[in-house]
């Protein structure tokens, strides 16, 4: 069974240019969540996604960035107009469910984004 | 809102000995669970140990225990018999069980752990 999957590993941008991060959660799992981490901190939560629908976007800056889900497909992470602030290692998650041991949160390898 | 705290930014152990990783945090609720991930330098984030709020009994996967005090919300990993493939920077997380919602990870800014050997 393969884990989540990301892609790609690194991405390097240039500033004002978009930056589209994919993730395929494991077989079976239904719930995306992605993360940022920047240099010498935690993750920190962006957004929560199931099929079709953004359940929880609190922690997604409220401009430039925008994510989904689709019904066929992986989920995107899209970051219009990129800014150096934007660097950052940015991870996605993924569960089967949300309740007792199905809950527990596999994450990906990470792409790490360089705005130049 | 919940925060987790970890208060020792790094840490070694010899190779063999055992370690004990501090994390605390804080939260209103009564319902919850907490995690233990390990991230090596290859930057992967893998899940070592899951504890939840409404058991006493301490979880324990192999070589990694935790003590979980409730009362003091207070959340340790314990690593015995240390490998150099444990050296890695170690994230405390915290997870909500209060109902409908999003179960978003709130994580602690990490513990680097190093093995010396």
């Known amino acids: 069974n393969a884990g989540v999957m990301q892609n790609p590993r690194h991405l390097v941008r240039r500033r004002g240019q978009e930056a589209r991060l994919r993730c395929s959660p494991m077989k079976g799992h239904s719930h995306v969540y992605w993360y940022r981490q920047l240099p010498e901190e935690g993750l920190k939560f962006m957004v929560y996604?199931?099929?079709?629908?953004?359940?929880?976007e609190s922690g997604m800056p409220k401009e430039r960035f925008s994510a989904e889900f689709p019904k066929e497909g992986p989920s995107i992470l899209r970051i219009q107009q990129v800014v150096r602030g934007d660097s950052a290692a940015y991870f996605c998650a993924s569960s089967r469910a949300l309740a007792l041991d199905a809950d527990t949160q596999y994450f990906g390898p990470g792409t790490r984004l360089t705005v130049l | 809102a919940q925060t987790v705290t970890q208060s020792q930014p790094e840490m070694s152990v010899q190779e063999a000995e055992t370690v004990t990783l501090s994390c605390t945090y804080d939260t209103s609720e009564s319902d919850y669970y907490l995690f233990w991930y390990k991230q090596p330098p290859s930057r992967q984030m893998i899940l070592v140990i899951r504890?939840?709020?409404?058991?006493?009994q301490n979880a324990t996967e192999n070589r990694f225990s935790v003590n979980f005090q409730k009362a003091a919300k207070s959340f340790s990993l314990k690593i015995s018999d240390s490998q150099l493939g444990d050296a890695a920077m170690y994230f405390c997380a915290y997870r909500s069980d209060q109902g409908a919602g999003s179960y978003q990870l709130t994580f602690g800014k990490g513990t680097k752990l190093s093995v010396i050997p």
């Open positions: 504890q939840e709020a409404y058991k006493q």
């Open positions: 996604l199931q099929k079709e629908n953004i359940i929880d």
